[in-house]
Structures are given as structure tokens and as C-alpha cells.
């Protein structure tokens, strides 16, 4: 049976019981700020389920394309992908429990004649605040599925609203307890590694989920409360992906029709095999087939929203492309994957694959231009004797370089990463995570990239960068220019040489003294004449008006006066030197004569 036949017999299954064949709406959802993506066959009717009344009735059927872009990192089994087709039923307040579950019953075992004995269902056990559904395991049993194949699980398994279980839900949202059917694969063995028994909900891939209906009869209330709909409703969704495996009993999916001759194009192109590469075919298979859906409906490659989610799947594909074999993923590679994809779904892509191959070719040539700039910096670290693991961080931070590549490439030039390696490669992302965190906290509190926390970071390491330059240089050393970004300080100055190795490492360390003293940082508004003769530096003297700010970093318990560094400036800085963590200068050059430039950025602490 394939794909289109349980698409085919499912609508019309359902229409038998007088439910109405519904358009589904667009993978983009049009009308809804909330979300980025349409990610169940639900989420068009929330509206319906909330009481609304449908013009098509209360009984709905309709097959929804679905992406979950929270699911890109669980992609690489058996079952998980970010694109998948969903068939849906739903009762807006009609029937419930007892026809939902015969129904489900009656269409697997009878219209897709899945055998009984393979197939499991679970149970909502009840949790403090809804009971354990009862009613469900008795229709369930007098189905005739035996007590050994009704599994009880609590709201993190049998509970589905968008968002999760009830605590996750936020306040308006609907959900409900749910009963899910599972397959059994009898040929796959348990994996002792998920626990001594398996059962549904086990990872190991023996079991399969392949229907959930949802009773959704609750919706989150302001004081944390679950409060009961005015109607009680019935969603249901099977992934079509899933149903194709278990009507085949094939326990991959990415072995059944929707995948299989993306897989085998990989393969033959790349020059694999599917049991030498799984993982990775499974990856480059599932979020090609999504991009070429995603541009389908328009969605362009970008750094925000749906076009930044699109980009991390294109670049996941040619990341792990290039893993399989460097050379032979080139351009062809990359259009005869899209036309794969596209052959499976005739009806969706007649003549469409055009603009999709120009829209990937060109967001793939910007990835491998990134690349290669990466590259030669890492052989540049490697060739200076940097510390690797922050090399390869560095390289993940400024080019996005996937790690795992990373490490290949290290390996083609003879270097072996080491676990040691990989603890400073982690210690950089934790504090990357951190600090990208509080720059966006920043920027969506004053709405200034430059006054967020990581550039008053840097702002203030540019203060005694200034300072710390002119202890080692000397007093002819005064700011020319500074730029400052979320990654990095620039900062320009007078001065007539190349300096050498050694002065770059003598005002590294001072610097880097001046932080670990953890300094003060105090603010003091005068007169700029008094300013001036205090010793602050302010080099655009003709900028200022009369009243000037002085920013001072001195030790406290030393007497005023005696700071270390003292400037005129608009500020804003941190209040003590010890939050700015570790810098490093990545390069001193020239920008023209007379004037050198250094880079610094804030490194692990
Ligand atoms: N909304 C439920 C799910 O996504 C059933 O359709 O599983």
C-alpha cells in the first residue's frame, strides 16, 4: 500500500462518517504572529476548538504538511523528521471518546489491516489536577486489545497541547489528556541501553507511534489553573510518514517511499552506503525535502525567522554532504537532490523546482565561501600554535563551522582533537550562549546593540586597552578610532611601527592585570577644562561642550587620583573590570601611516 492509497483511504474513511474534507492551509501560517511555522493539522482551528463555529461543520478531515523546527537536532533515527504530511480528524464539540477511539480502531485494523497484535495503545494515568482517564482503556478494552497492549503514561507522554505539558502550557492555551497508538516492529531487537523492558514509549525503534488522539477539553487559566472548555473536542493526528513505515512494516522511514529515493540518490551520488552514513543520509534527506517545501512557499534564506530556520537546515545539508564526500557534493549533487525530492510529490511541484534549485545554489555557494574563509583561518591558528579547542570555537563563532567538520578537517591536516580540546571548545559555547543572551536581553531593553552588555564589556576593555598601550608604548600613543560589535573591539591609534610580539603581549597581559584586579569604574561630570587638567584623556576635545563625563578605572582602596585609566567619554561602562572576563588581541596592522590598528575579543575566563 503506498502513501497516496492510506492518504486516499483515510480522507474518504472519515467523509464515510459524515466529516468534511477541509483545505489545508499554507506551512507559513498567514494570519498568526504566534508561530513560525504550521506544525500540527490543529493549529489553523484553535479558533473551531475554542467554541467558533466552523463553516463547514463539526466534523473535519483533511491531510495538513507540517514542519517542527524544534525537532532539527532530533533528526537522525528512525522515526524523527522536521517535515512530515498529517492526517487529521477532528470533533468541534461532536463526538468524543467512544467514536473517535472505534473509529481509529476500525480504520488501522480494517481499511489499512495493520494486525492487531502489533498494535499498542497508551492511556493518560491522571495527574493532580486531571484524573486517570478511565473511560478511554475501557472503550479501548472492549475493542478487544488485550490488557498486556494499554500502556498508562502521566502528562509527559499522554498529554499534548502545542506548547507541552500543563505546566509548559501559557495562559489561553488549549490541550487535553490524549491515547496514542503504537506499532511494533517484532523484527528489531531492544536496545538494552534504554532500560531492561521495552515498552511503546521506548526509544529503541521496536515501537512506533503512528496515531494520537487528543481530547482537548481544557484551556489554561491566568492563576495556573486548568479550566474546562465549553465544548469537549477530539484531534486527532497521524503522521503519514509513520503509517506508510507500519502498513509496510518497514521500520525506518527513510526505507519507506517518501525517502527512499532521496536516500538512494545521496548514496549513488556521493558514493556511499545507507548503513555506512545513516545518520547523516537521514539528516541531508529530511531537511532537503523541507527547504524545497519552505521555498516552495516562499521562504527565502535570511538571518530572521522562518529564512533564518531555512538556512540552518541548508547549511545542516551541505555540512553533513561534505562529511560523506568533500569533493563529490558540488552543484549537481545538490539539484539532482532536489529533483528527487520534488518526483515524490508530483501533484505539489509541477514545474516549480526551477527557482528552488537557484535559491539553494546560491545560498550554497555563500556556505562554502564561509567555509573557506574558516578554513584558512584555521590553518593560520594552527600554524600560530593557538590553543585548538578555542580555535575551533572561534571558528564556530564568527563562521558558524559545524564542530564535527571541524574536527575532519583537522584530521585531513594530521591533528587530533582531543577530549581536552573539546572541554575549551564547550567552555566557549557556554559563555557564547551567556553572552548572546544577555546582548539580546540588552538589545531588546534599550533597543542599541551598543548598549548591551557585552559591548559595555568591550567598551570598558578599550579603556584599558588605551591605557595599557600607552604604559608600554608610550605617551605619543592616542586613540585614533574605535568600533565596537557583539564580537569583537576595534581600536585605531598613533603610533609609527609594527609592534612587536612582545609589546602585544606585554599590553594583553596588562590588560588582562587590570581586569583581574577588578577594578572600579566611576563616573564623574565636570568642567572640560578641569577634566583636561586632571589628566583625563579626551582626544575629540572639539566635540565636547563645556560639561564633560569622566570615566576613571582605579583601584578603590587606593586615594583618587591614582587610577589607572581616566578618559572623557559618553560611557556606558560595567562598574567593575572583573565582569569582563578575558581578552585577547587577534591582530595589530596598519591603516595608514602613522596609525596601527588592534583587534581584541573577549575570550574564556
Ligand atoms: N495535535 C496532535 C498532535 O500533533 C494530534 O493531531 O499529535
Not at 566635540?543 to 582605579?554: C, E, F, P
Amino acid at each position: 500500500m503506498t502513501s497516496k492509497d492510506i492518504r486516499e483511504k483515510y480522507i474518504s474513511f472519515f467523509v464515510g462518517k459524515r466529516h468534511k474534507e477541509i483545505a489545508p492551509t499554507k506551512l507559513v501560517p498567514e494570519n498568526d504572529s504566534s508561530t513560525l511555522f504550521i506544525s500540527s493539522g490543529m493549529q489553523p482551528l484553535i479558533p473551531y476548538l475554542l467554541g467558533e463555529e466552523h463553516p463547514a461543520g463539526k466534523r473535519l478531515v483533511n491531510c495538513q504538511l507540517c514542519f517542527r523546527a524544534e525537532d532539527i537536532e532530533e533528526v537522525g533515527d528512525n522515526r524523527h523528521t522536521t517535515f512530515f504530511e498529517m492526517l487529521g480528524n477532528w470533533s468541534l464539540g461532536d463526538y468524543f471518546k467512544e467514536d473517535q477511539l472505534e473509529w481509529c480502531w476500525e480504520f488501522l485494523t480494517k481499511k489499512l489491516k495493520l494486525p492487531k497484535e502489533k498494535l499498542y495503545v497508551s492511556v493518560f494515568k491522571g495527574s493532580s489536577s486531571v484524573p486517570k482517564d478511565i473511560k478511554s482503556y475501557e472503550i479501548w478494552k472492549s475493542l478487544g486489545i488485550p490488557e498486556d497492549h494499554v500502556y498508562f503514561y502521566g502528562s509527559d507522554k499522554n498529554w499534548w497541547s502545542r506548547s507541552g505539558t500543563p505546566d509548559k502550557m501559557p495562559v489561553g492555551e488549549i490541550g487535553g489528556p490524549d491515547s496514542e497508538i503504537f506499532y511494533e516492529f517484532t523484527q528489531v531487537d531492544h536496545d538494552s541501553e534504554y532500560g531492561e523492558k521495552c515498552h511503546p514509549n521506548c526509544p529503541c525503534g521496536r515501537f512506533l507511534e503512528i496515531g494520537n488522539s487528543v481530547f482537548i477539553q481544557f484551556q489554561k487559566k491566568d492563576n495556573g489553573s486548568l479550566k474546562e472548555l465549553s465544548q469537549k473536542n477530539v484531534d486527532f493526528g497521524g503522521g503519514l510518514e509513520r503509517l506508510t513505515a507500519a502498513v509496510n512494516n518497514t521500520s525506518d522511514i527513510f526505507e519507506t517511499e517518501l525517502y527512499k529515493p532521496i536516500v538512494e540518490e545521496i548514496c549513488e551520488k556521493l558514493g556511499t552506503s545507507y548503513e555506512k552514513n545513516k545518520q547523516y543520509i537521514q539528516i541531508i534527506a529530511d531537511h532537503i525535502k523541507a527547504s524545497v517545501f519552505l521555498i516552495k512557499e516562499g521562504v527565502m534564506p535570511s538571518n530572521k525567522l522562518q529564512g533564518y530556520i531555512l538556512r540552518r537546515l541548508l547549511r545542516r545539508v551541505v555540512t553533513k554532504a561534505f562529511l560523506i564526500d568533500k569533493q563529490k557534493s558540488d552543484s549537481k549533487f545538490f539539484r539532482s537532490l532536489i529533483k528527487s525530492v520534488t518526483d515524490i510529490y508530483p501533484k505539489h511541484f509541477e514545474g516549480n523546482a526551477v527557482g528552488t534549485e537557484e535559491v539553494v545554489s546560491l545560498e550554497i555557494r555563500k556556505f562554502r565561501k564561509t567555509l573557506e574563509r574558516g578554513l584558512k583561518q584555521l590553518d593560520k591558528s594552527i600554524k600560530d600554535n593557538e590553543d585548538l579547542g578555542l580555535a575551533v570555537f572561534n571558528l564556530f563563532q564568527s563562521y558558524g563551522y559545524p564542530l564535527e567538520l571541524t574536527i575532519e578537517l583537522l584530521k585531513e591536516r594530521g591533528i587530533k582533537f582531543t577530549d581536552l580540546d573539546m572541554v575549551q571548545f564547550e567552555k566557549g559555547k557556554k559563555s557564547h550562549v551567556e553572552l548572546s543572551r544577555t546582548a539580546s536581553s540588552g538589545m531588546f531593553k534599550g533597543g542599541l546593540a551598543d548598549h548591551s552588555e557585552i559591548v559595555t564589556k568591550y567598551h570598558t576593555a578599550t579603556h584599558l586597552l588605551h591605557q595599557s598601550l600607552r604604559d608600554v608604548l608610550g605617551s605619543s600613543v592616542f586613540q585614533k578610532g574605535s568600533n565596537i560589535t557583539l564580537e569583537r573591539l576595534r581600536f585605531d591609534f598613533s603610533f609609527e611601527r609594527k609592534m612587536t610580539d612582545e609589546e602585544i603581549k606585554q599590553v594583553e597581559d596588562l590588560v588582562n592585570e587590570k581586569i583581574k584586579e577588578d577594578l572600579t569604574v566611576t563616573k564623574e561630570v565636570m568642567d572640560k577644562e578641569k577634566a583636561l587638567q586632571s589628566g583625563a584623556l579626551g582626544f575629540f576635545t572639539e566635540k565636547y561642550g563645556d560639561k564633560v563625563t569622566v570615566y576613571s578605572i582605579a583601584d578603590p582602596s587606593t586615594s583618587s587620583g591614582s587610577s589607572f585609566s581616566r578618559e572623557i567619554c559618553g560611557g556606558p561602562h560595567v562598574e567593575r573590570t572583573g565582569v569582563i572576563g578575558k581578552i585577547k588581541i587577534t591582530k595589530e596592522e596598519s591603516v595608514s601611516s602613522g596609525i596601527r590598528r588592534i583587534r581584541a575579543k573577549i575570550v574564556l575566563r
